[in-house]
């Protein structure tokens, strides 16, 4: 559906995009995962044609990417991650002008303006002014005015953002269901959660270099250990530090002490000893990694710090 190969962008000296390659198959729902400034929105913009590369190749159903075709324009939809929708029109009249910059006219615009209402939950408000809508209903709208014309591929940047739980919700849903009908999306977050739970693949980025790529099953098996202790941090452990530190790494956060086990470990071994300290067993977690263990073993900081 879409290959990226060695794409790079410069603003300046900053490297926006340096050197990417990806390949999508028709029917993915592909995460692309990388905090602030990491290049996600420079990638969307380039495989969309609102930026052109410095150097690389687009293909589009194995067809070199040529922005000012039309036809190949139509394959996409792209949902940006500022909204850009008419804050004194409504929410159907916004429709009706997005539909119509891409050539719906008559039943069929209608038909699917109505389809769009009904998936983003909107019939009822589709006549008030889109300055009256709170930030999801915004979010859920500019998702349909993207998908107004059926694209093939979708490019969502960050779409949840300012989002309140429920109206993500709605939004995950709306878009698992498109996905389901069979359209390939791109979705860019910062949150590995969202990653997590809606992408069939992911690929982390960080200062413009795609550093990993796969299933999440893929990418937590590359870890150099497949579990982590958590230990509630409080009166009880904190006196036994030392003796938990012989055991692996150890980070502390709020609540409690992370351990990542050196990978010679036994966890029996770790366990025998909490119990001859005299430790309750309530204290300790064992817990899967994440992607954040995976960027912070790609990187070397956390998700939310950098
Ligand atoms: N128009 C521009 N002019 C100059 N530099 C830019 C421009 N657009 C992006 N950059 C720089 O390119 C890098 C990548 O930015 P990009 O917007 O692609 O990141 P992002 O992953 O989308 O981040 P965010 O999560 O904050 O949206 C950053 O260092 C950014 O400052
Ligand atoms: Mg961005």
């Known amino acids: ?68 075709d039309i036809a190949q324009r139509a394959q996409l939809g792209f949902v940006p991650q500022s909204i850009a929708l008419y804050d004194e029109l409504s929410g159907e009249e916004n429709l009706r002008l997005f539909g119509g910059l891409y050539g719906l006219r008559g039943a069929l615009l209608r038909e699917r303006i109505a389809e769009g209402l009904a998936a983003a939950q909107l019939e009822e408000r589709r006549h008030d002014k889109v300055e009256s809508y709170s930030g999801g209903m915004r979010r859920r709208i500019n998702i349909v005015a993207a998908i107004l014309h059926r694209p093939q591929l979708l490019l969502c940047d960050e779409p949840t953002v300012g989002v309140d739980p429920q ?73 036994h530090l030392a003796a938990f530190e012989r055991f692996g790494k150890l980070n502390t956060t709020d609540d409690a002490y992370v351990l990542t086990p050196a990978p010679e470990l036994r966890l029996s071994e770790f366990f025998s000893e909490a119990e001859r300290l005299g430790i309750a067993s309530r204290f300790f977690n064992v817990t899967r990694p994440t992607l954040e263990n995976v960027f912070l073993h790609l990187t070397g900081k956390t998700l939310r710090d950098s």
């Open 167 to 239: 109206s993500r919700n709605a939004i995950f849903d709306f878009l698992e269901k498109l996905n389901d009908e069979g359209m390939t999306i791109v979705y860019s977050t910062h949150y590995m959660e969202e990653a997590t739970r809606l992408c069939s693949r992911i690929g982390i980025i960080d200062h413009g270099k795609l550093l990993a790529l796969g299933t999440l099953d893929e990418l937590l098996t590359d870890l150099p250990f497949s579990e982590q202790i958590r230990i509630a941090r409080n009166d009880s452990t904190t006196p």
């Open 1 to 68: 559906m879409l290959e990226v190969k060695n794409l790079t962008k410069r603003y300046g000296s900053v490297a926006a995009l340096d050197s990417v390659s990806l390949s999508l198959a028709r029917g993915e729902f592909f995460g692309l995962l990388g905090p602030n400034g990491a290049g996600k929105t420079t990638l969307m913009s380039l495989v969309t044609g609102i930026r052109a590369a410095d150097s690389g190749e687009i293909l589009l159903g194995n067809v070199p990417f040529m922005p000012d």
